[in-house]
């Protein structure tokens, strides 16, 4: 949605389902100092073991659990959400809507109290009135989506706009705009939370490369979409045809009020506006109202499964792959994905005067600070080992096509075969997250004589022994205590299928 020359771009969640899943994204655990020191010393070791290890194997699932999770990842990577919310503003419609619960009067005086606090025109006219109800009556569970995921993004977007000076209502244009999908791309190539096409963003400061688009920086964009916002106020005094500005560009609003015979109010422009733009303000100010009156229609205000403010960034020091993050913190790599979409390839690069930021958990972020140079030191090596063994990777035994099902996503594949979505989209030209049903993958798996599809965990044979987990172990850095073992082994001896470990759980480790 966006003007064509000029244009500015989970979670956490699943409608109802989304209130229920207070344990979906795991607590971190933090990292082992001294498992990292021993690896870093013994790296090449841990890479050749690494190529040999095995696959992480399927195992028996609670049913409900792996139901939810399925909903959230494809909620989290489908652009489904996004696509309701832009046809539902090409195709807005005013004719009446029957809606008992929400009677003529009622709506007035909320939209009376709502136009007092607000520089937005918020009168009611009959075209607002059937909007409202139409998305009252049509689109609850989409709405209540959008409730749920703006539970983590309403707090970054008002403390931007505040700095900035504008109204803390612009929120809900982001809705309008993106449905708040950070990757969302619009049919003419506008991008983002706030859907920017590329000219824009570059003039607006946000960087587009082959490794980073920064119309997805939640915070990056959101100024940028602020500075652009105030330079339309400037121009046109209002802010409702500032928004139909940001919409469709100052030359098609200066040229429907020369069409209308000077008026410059949005309700007495808009039938000489572009047919996107006539629905925009409506969807707008009926997005406000829901979400202002929303516990009175009977929607749920859920908490955050991670709320932003629970959030804290690092400036990387050299590049590194969110996989590789994944790996050293335990942060699963949905989430990471989730907190630094801007990162196309799920590759941060270190460029000399680019101020590039690794997004994390808090409860994470001392130990990848104290453990920082190891860190680094382990993403070196793999990357220049990475390119040596290359040719092997195109062996023809080795190569395998999968064909994407429904509920796949790029994590749950790599995990699949023992590789990393980095390797995957390298093998298959992928810029996105994007995967569509049917589609078909080239995979080079660590260990192609596997089976992947086993439900039940590996039996050791031979002598093993029991671990017990303390506070702060990870899988990686115990198997770092146990020559020839990876975190992938331990997963399949004892049947674990992520990553959570608790303190006082029992582990069998093989003694070879």
């Known amino acids: 949605m966006a003007f064509r020359f000029f244009k500015i771009t989970f979670l956490l969640c699943v409608a109802s389902a989304t209130a229920q899943m207070q344990d979906t994204i795991p607590h971190s655990k933090k990292l082992n100092s001294d498992a990292l020191k021993q690896q870093a010393v013994k790296v090449s070791k841990e890479i050749t073991t690494q190529k040999d290890s095995v696959l992480i194997q399927k195992v028996e699932d609670d049913l409900l659990a792996a139901q939810v999770d399925e909903k959230w990842l494809e909620e989290l990577y489908s652009n489904s959400l996004y696509d309701t ?157 500032a928004l139909a500005a940001y919409n469709s560009g100052p030359g098609n609003v200066t040229k429907a009020i020369r069409r209308s015979g000077g008026y410059q109010n949005y309700w007495n422009i808009r039938n000489h506006l572009p047919r996107e733009t006539a629905g925009y303000l409506p969807a707008f100010l009926a997005t406000m109202y829901i979400f202002e009156y929303a516990e009175s229609h009977g929607f749920k205000q859920p908490k955050p499964e991670l709320a932003y403010f629970e959030t804290d960034t690092i400036h990387v020091k050299q590049m590194i792959t969110l996989d590789q993050v994944s790996e050293f913190t335990g942060v699963e790599i949905e989430e990471l994905q989730f907190l630094n979409p801007s990162y196309k390839l799920d590759i941060i690069p270190y460029i000399k005067d680019e101020n590039y930021t690794l997004r994390l958990p808090r409860t994470v972020i001392g130990d990848f600070v104290t453990n920082e140079d190891q860190i680094y030191a382990l993403a070196k090596a793999e990357f220049d080992e990475r390119e040596k063994p290359l040719p092997q990777f195109f062996e023809a035994q080795s190569k395998t096509t999968y064909k994407v099902r429904s509920g796949d996503f790029l994590g749950k594949i790599a995990r699949q075969y023992g590789v990393r979505v980095s390797q995957i989209k390298q093998w298959n030209g992928l810029r996105t997250n994007d995967i569509k049903i049917g589609q078909r993958l080239t995979l080079y798996p660590n260990n192609p004589n596997k089976t992947v599809a086993s439900t039940t965990s590996k039996t050791i044979t031979g002598k093993s022994l029991i671990y017990t987990v303390k506070t702060g172990d990870t899988l990686w850095g115990i198997a770092q205590k146990f020559p020839g073992v990876s975190a992938d082994n331990i997963k399949e001896w004892n049947g674990i299928s992520g990553s959570k470990l608790k303190p006082g759980m029992k582990l069998k480790i093989s003694k070879g």
């Open 85 to 241: 919310i832009y046809n539902a503003v090409a195709d807005i419609s005013f004719e009446e809507v029957e809606y008992p619960e929400l009677s003529t009067d009622v709506l007035k005086a909320r939209l009376k109290e709502l136009n007092a606090k607000t520089p937005f025109n918020v009168e009611y006219n009959p075209g607002l009135e059937s909007v409202i109800k139409s998305y009252l009556k049509n689109r609850r569970e989409t709405i209540q989506r959008l409730i749920n995921l703006s539970a983590f993004y309403f707090p970054m977007f008002e403390r931007e706009l505040d700095i900035h000076g504008l109204p803390l209502e612009i929120k809900y244009l982001s809705i309008v705009e993106s449905a708040l999908k950070p990757r969302a791309k619009s049919r003419v190539g506008a991008t983002g939370l706030w859907q920017f096409m590329y000219n824009t963003g570059k003039m607006y400061g946000l960087d587009v490369s082959s490794y980073v688009d920064e119309r997805s920086d939640p915070i990056k964009s959101t100024e940028a979409a602020a500075k652009y916002l105030s330079k339309l106020y400037e121009i046109f005094g209002d802010w409702d045809l």
